[in-house]
RNA sequence: GGACCUGUGGUGCAGCUUGGAGUGCACGUCGGCCUGUCAAGCCGAAGGUCGCGGGUUCAAAUCCCGUCAGGUCCGCCA
């Protein structure tokens, strides 16, 4: 994507000592006016001793510096220019170049720092290794793209917090040294050196102390907060990211919704994104139905068609299950037989027992099923296929029977695979995900599984069914989808002792042990705790997505490679002894060296 | 823990299917020429542990096994 440099407002006037100008600010009205810009050397072409050009680079801009004598400058040199603001000569005025109208003259130049030729070109089409980059993150930083995204995601940073300084609330910094709790994603460990053999853990969220500030009347609380999980990266996962953290008192889930809607809108504008239009809203329940994930991409059609009634009565066995899903495939004339059988080893990878595909063909009788099953379908089936998935000629249809919810989950992500490219890049289309169940399944033991965390309210109308039927009870929690990201998540919590037991009781957690592990916000609720909840989004997939980007990597300055590594630092790096001896632990022989 | 992709002068790539001398392209670097270029142009030169280790073979960048690094994904993770 182009990438177009993001200048303060203030940039004009900012300028100061070495120079008076950034070079993206200079143009033709300036013309006639003695200028000093500072900057890197992006290229030098010279015409013999007589005429050398010199492309010299900020961070806003590059402008021509032409000399008319031998200089001694080479790529990424440093320099501070000072010259005259001219008009370029009729004819050399370059339209590709946003200072091309104009060229300093009559130059001074000064070289403030040498440089050795780059390990690669300081320029956004040469495409690098990733791990070249990462090992020379300051001069990837250097090229004007990462320049413009963490520029970009500064500015989103900025809206952010206007929209919640807007909105009342109050920026209140929590602990990074925080207490281990035996919950969820893995912790990072930090060793005390006071207190040997205790430790720390690195905040996973701010959500205890966020909770705790509701308690103490802080009644709407945010950060920008850094959180830190142990677990394994992807794309969208770094170990450490950022999230806009939220709480409030006196409010319902509507009332966050409306929060953070303001603040992703307010982020999207300050990106440059007018066209994000409402906030849409969809319940789990549905987002299942239709597309198949709790985090569905809604920029594109293709929903899942519930086909269970049409095959009631099958005799094929692979279409006896207690769900059957389809889904009409985009581009169908694409779907050859050897990426059909591509297909179904897909589905079959993503846990399905199969994955049934027909095609619509023309035949004697009108539109008829091709397909190595469809020769088993009653001709009803046929045509009560036909008739509620729509297709027509070419069409093919994929069908998964299964569990309801595995149905859906593999056909979903079909759905992506197959329609991934009918997104329009451009396109934002934010959706709040609604209505989540309070528990997500049950474990080896038989206890219920909380599906958020175990201080989510449970939905007022299913109070009743917290005994007799927990499954299907719906929580008071609600994520924030972008174009099949999950942004972040939030819920309305449990402030009341009687709630918090049953909820306590159904996810098998005893007095004792609720008290161990959670003692101190259960006190705190007890000296009068106002009903509260709250919300945190990923920073980084926002920026990411808005700068039109699809790894979070590509808005974080200093970011970790898949394994965990930092290539440019060397971290994790193993110590000295003296430093285990020192915090009173020892270590066995690393991993890696072990048979 | 698992699956797949990638690794070849400083950079990006081709070569690998079907083994035959480190072969090729573009950029960069160094030297020379060049007074209006802007990814300047022209001429010339230097630059290689084909990620690493082992195996097969008369012969391996190429085939096989292992391993390391980077990436995408599953598991994991809100």
Known sequence: MESKPV????????AKGLRNRYIGSLSAADAGERVSVCGWVARVREHGEHLVFVDVRDYSGIVQVVAHSSVDLRSEYVVQVAGLVSE???????PDLATGEIELTDTEITVLSAAEPPPFAIQDRVEVDEAMRLKFRYLDLRRDKMQHHLRMRARINSAIRASMERQGFT????PLLWTPTPEGAREFVVPSRLHQGSTYVLPQSPQIAKQLLMVAGFDRYYQIARCLRDEDLRADRQFEFTQLDLEASFVTQRDIMDFISDAVIAASRAAGISATGEVGEISWKDAMDRFGTDKPD??????LIDVSAVFSNTSVRALSAPCLKALVAPNPSSLTRSKLDDLVDRAKGLGAKGLLWLRAVAGSEGLQFESPVSKFFTADESKSLMDVTKVSE????????????????????????????????????FVWVVDF????????????ISAHHPFTMPNEEDFSKLESDPLSVRSQSYDLVLNGWELGSGSIRIHRADIQSKVFASLGITEEEAGNRFGFLLDAFKYGAPPHGGFAFGI???AALLVGEDNIREVIAFPKTQSGADVMTGAPKEIDTRIWDLLGLSVKAPKKYLA
């Open 298 to 303: 809604m920029r594109f059609g293709n929903e």
């Open 88 to 94: 370029r000569p009729e004819g050399t005025v370059n």
């Open 7 to 14: 200048i303060n407002e203030f940039s004009g006037i900012a």
């Open 437 to 448: 169940p309070l528990f997500e399944g049950v474990d080896e033991q038989g206890r219920l």
């Open 394 to 429: 070419g069409d093919v249809v994929l069908i998964v029977g299964d569990a309801w919810e595995k149905a859906c989950h593999v056909l979903g992500q079909i759905r992506l695979e197959l329609g991934r490219s009918q997104g329009d890049p451009d396109e934002f289309r």
């Open 171 to 174: 920026e209140i910094e929590t």
């Open 540 to 542: 980084d997939r926002l």
